[in-house]
């Protein structure tokens, strides 16, 4: 069962209200409960228009595009990034979570981060003191997220939201850091994302971004498209039965921004102390930036 913020999709459950830690929230669509504040601006108008991989959509359109593509991949997705990556993607979310250095008692909001692999590790790390909302678009990857937590054992300390990265239902400065990896390139509105990560971090907050960029180094970036564009597609279809699915994420890779792009659009959005290291020669990076 998922609760969402924003237009639910097929299957969910529209509910009020909200369950306490470690449950699901729901805040009813268009609303944040108690958060006046908020800027809840129109929906995108049918004329503009995103990146969808390669193609050119709608800009309402995306997030039910993206959404399709993470409900039929959800179940298989972490076996996926292993075989993907040959497991280094544990390697690099390790770095991401030695970078941010959380702290006990810390509010983190993780977004898509719907599998729950950095919060969990954000539990680990500060010995279950960290306090952790998972917001990610798709309910089914909030479902195996949750699963996995109690297969875990951990039946508090993280709260599943179904919400959209562009439109958090969070408080104003109501989180110490923010972290969101591998999800940044789904969003439409990289610009609003960013506006709003800043938004809900307090002063002194951090933010973390673990993302795929841009090959740095000569023949490994050759290498790279090749493994690209025909294994990771063939490798998804086999396991997953989606090759589509995957051809999209790797199209998106490359439509993403790269490395100082991406810095530069966090500066815009108003992070100061903005910084980049690059991952296994620029396949993936870590942004980092502070709100003052």
Same mark, same amino acid.
């Given at each position: 069962m998922a609760l969402c913020f924003g237009p639910p999709a097929p299957g969910d459950i529209d509910l009020p209200g909200r369950i306490p830690s470690g449950g699901w929230r729901?805040?009813?669509? *268009?609303?944040?409960?108690?958060?006046?504040?908020?800027?809840?601006?129109? $929906?995108?108008?049918?004329?503009?228009?995103?990146?969808?991989?390669? #193609?050119?959509?709608?800009?309402?359109?995306? $997030?039910?595009?993206?959404?399709? %593509?993470?409900?039929? %991949?959800?179940?298989?997705?972490?076996? =996926?990034n292993d075989l993907m990556s040959g497991g280094v993607h544990r390697l690099w979310k390790a770095?991401?979570?030695?970078?941010?250095? $959380?702290?006990?008692?810390?509010?983190?909001?993780?977004?898509?981060?719907?599998?729950?692999?950095?919060?969990? #590790?954000?539990?680990?790390?500060? *010995?279950?003191?960290?306090?952790?909302?998972?917001?990610?678009?798709?309910?089914? =990857?909030?479902?195996?997220g949750r699963d996995r937590a109690i297969d875990q054992g951990r039946l508090g300390g993280i709260d599943w939201v179904c919400g959209d990265g562009e439109r958090l239902p969070i408080a104003d400065g109501a989180c110490d850091a923010y972290t969101i990896a591998f999800g940044l390139r789904n969003i439409t509105d990289i610009d609003?994302?960013?506006?709003?990560?800043?938004? %809900?971090?307090? $002063?002194?907050?951090?933010? =973390?971004?673990?993302?795929?960029?841009?090959?740095?180094l000569p023949v490994l970036d050759r290498l790279y498209d090749l493994y690209s564009f025909h294994v990771l597609p063939a490798l998804g279809d086999m396991v997953t039965g989606d090759r589509a699915a995957y051809a999209y994420l790797v199209e998106s890779i490359r439509r993403f921004p790269a490395q100082r792009e991406l810095a530069d659009l966090m500066g815009s959005a108003g992070f100061e102390q903005v910084k980049f290291r690059n991952l296994a020669g620029g396949i993936a990076a870590i942004h980092a930036g502070w709100r003052l």
């Open positions: 729901n805040w009813p669509t *268009g609303q944040r409960l108690g958060y006046g504040a908020a800027d809840m601006s129109a $929906p995108k108008q049918p004329n503009e228009t995103a990146d969808f991989g390669f #193609r050119r959509v709608d800009a309402a359109d995306k $997030p039910g595009l993206v959404r399709d %593509v993470f409900d039929s %991949v959800a179940e298989r997705y972490d076996l =996926m770095a991401l979570i030695d970078w941010l250095a $959380p702290r006990r008692e810390w509010h983190v909001l993780d977004v898509a981060g719907g599998t729950g692999d950095i919060a969990l #590790r954000l539990l680990e790390r500060t *010995g279950g003191k960290v306090r952790v909302t998972v917001c990610d678009l798709t309910a089914k =990857m909030l479902q195996v609003r994302a960013l506006s709003e990560a800043r938004r %809900v971090l307090r $002063p002194g907050g951090r933010f =973390m971004c673990l993302e795929f960029s841009r090959v740095v």
